[in-house]
Every structure is written in structure tokens, then in C-alpha cells.
């Protein structure tokens, strides 16, 4: 496993729990920027659902470095 590979995993990761935590505290959905989008609900869900596409990348493509 790669170095970018890595990262990507990490970030997916982090990503997808980042949404878990903002769907239950609202308050740090305030740190998700996604313009026009206000509710942290749907900041949230959209958190988790780049975090999931981001996991489907690194399981799907292999990056040589």
C-alpha cells in the first residue's frame, strides 16, 4: 500500500466519522463548507457520503507511488 493510497484510506475514514460526530453534535457541522447548503443534517450526510466515494477509490485504484 502506497503512500497516496494510505492517505486516501485516512481521509475516507476521517471523513466518514466527522459526519457521524456532526450528525450528532450540529455545532461542528459548521466546519463542513458546502455553499448554499445550511442544515447540518445534509452537511453531514454529504460529509459521510465523500468519505464513503473517497474509501471506493482507494479499495478500487492502485496508485504505484
Not at 25 to 33: E, F, G, T
Request: hydrophobic residues 60%; positive net charge.
Amino acid at each position: 500500500m502506497g503512500i497516496i493510497n494510505t492517505t486516501f484510506l485516512l481521509t475516507g475514514v476521517f471523513l466518514i466519522l466527522f459526519g457521524f460526530v456532526a450528525l450528532l453534535n450540529p455545532n461542528l457541522a459548521k466546519w463542513i463548507n458546502t455553499p448554499g447548503i445550511y442544515t447540518p443534517t445534509l452537511k453531514s450526510i454529504i460529509c459521510i457520503v465523500v468519505g464513503i466515494i473517497i474509501l471506493i477509490l482507494d479499495l478500487t485504484i492502485s496508485f504505484p507511488i
